[in-house]
Nanobody
Framework: QVQLVESGGGLVQAGGSLRLSCLAS????????MGWYRQAPGKQRELVAV???????NYAGSVKGRFTISRDNAKNSVYLQMNSLKPEDTAVYYC?????????????WGQGTQVTVSS
């Protein structure tokens, strides 16, 4: 199993920046990709950004050019630098780890961290 703990959320004015961190523990070697998702009130959870073990990165179109995902494998951590924040970025942000035991894939989630962007 993998445990994920997020930190770094908060309240920021539009145009500001925040950096989210996610620390992974447990079966680290089973992780194949890590990413960030978000869920706004009344909406479905959506992908924000994902980075694979090989370094491939994908961003949601709405955050491309404003958000940057990165990993520090030595610290078992993934980060999300969010710049030029907009009120529509307001959501609970969840860290995700995609893992495999060689037979099946399992997705793990953190508890979420609230990001609120005021206009």
């Amino acid at each position: 199993q993998v445990q994920l703990v997020e930190s770094g959320g908060g309240l920021v004015q539009a145009g500001g920046s925040l950096r989210l961190s996610c620390l992974a523990s447990g079966s680290i070697s089973s992780i194949r990709a890590m990413g960030w998702y978000r869920q706004a009130p009344g909406k479905q959870r959506e992908l924000v950004a994902v980075i694979t073990n090989g370094g491939s990165i994908n961003y949601a179109g709405s955050v491309k050019g404003r958000f940057t995902i990165s990993r520090d494998n030595a610290k078992n951590s993934v980060y999300l630098q969010m710049n030029s924040l907009k009120p529509e970025d307001t959501a609970v942000y969840y860290c995700n780890a995609g893992t495999t035991n060689g037979i099946s894939y399992t997705s793990y989630w953190g508890q979420g961290t609230q990001v609120t962007v005021s206009s």
